[in-house]
């Protein structure tokens, strides 16, 4: 098993509506979970990350964690053409170690 | 500009040239990541560094990659006698302390091999 699995889509919603990008990790100890979002030939942008403490929201992104069953998502709402790219999942599982996952690639349609 | 600056941007190289990455973190920021990228792939971690140290390089291939980050300058990523594989976005990232700390990416070395 990988440390960090994401479905790597590709995954299409209208415009409007909400997308949801999910992932899942290993370490049920893990502390703190990243969100990147990556365009085409550009690098990664962190957009939120949350603690093992609870669920974040910023604008129309919100992050949420289930640590039960060991993964995280990221919610967008009033989806947006520009909001097509890769999105990334992290996870900091041990003490400077990060895993990412490979991203789901997300389409907006308009 | 304050962000993670990379340099070159672009590299051209022949087979069995040896390939210099430069990375300068973040100001403030003592922690230093490098990762490998394929086109259509995901980030692959290669080697974590602070000043002076390697940390972990677990997945840096064993032999002709090196890396430094020395007390004064950027960090470096070396690739000697280079080969068509090695043909990717190089991306470097920093952090401002250990592990809960979110990392900040540069703009990335595009690495080609002739």
């Known amino acids: 098993q990988k440390e960090v699995e994401q479905n790597s889509g590709p995954l299409s919603v209208p415009e409007g509506a909400i997308a949801s990008l999910n992932c899942t990790y290993s370490d049920r100890g893990s502390q703190s979970f990243f969100w990147y979002r990556q365009y085409s030939g550009k690098s990664p942008e962190l957009i939120m990350f949350i603690y093992s403490n609870g669920d974040k929201e910023d604008g129309r992104f919100t992050a949420q964690l289930n640590k039960a069953s060991q993964y995280v998502s990221l919610l967008i709402r009033d989806s947006q053409p520009s909001d097509s790219a890769t999105y990334l999942c992290a996870v900091n599982m041990k003490i400077d170690q990060f895993y990412f996952g490979t991203g789901t690639s997300l389409t907006v349609i308009p | 500009n304050a962000g993670v600056m990379q340099n070159p941007r672009h590299l051209v190289r022949r087979r069995g040239q040896e390939a210099r990455l430069r990375c300068s973190p973040m100001?403030?920021?003592?922690?230093v990541y490098w990762y490998r990228q394929l086109p259509e792939e995901g980030l692959k971690f290669m080697v974590y560094?602070?000043?002076?140290?390697?940390?972990?390089e677990s997945g840096m291939p064993k032999e002709r990659f090196s890396a430094e980050f020395p007390k004064e300058g950027p960090s470096i990523l070396r690739i000697q006698q280079v080969v068509r594989g090695d043909s990717a976005a190089y991306f470097c990232?920093?952090?401002?302390?250990?592990?809960?700390?979110?990392?900040?990416f540069g703009d990335g070395t595009r690495l080609s091999i002739l």
């Open positions: 100001k403030g920021h003592s922690h």
């Open positions: 560094l602070q000043k002076e140290n390697i940390i972990d």
């Open positions: 990232a920093s952090s401002p302390g250990q592990g809960v700390q979110p990392q900040h």
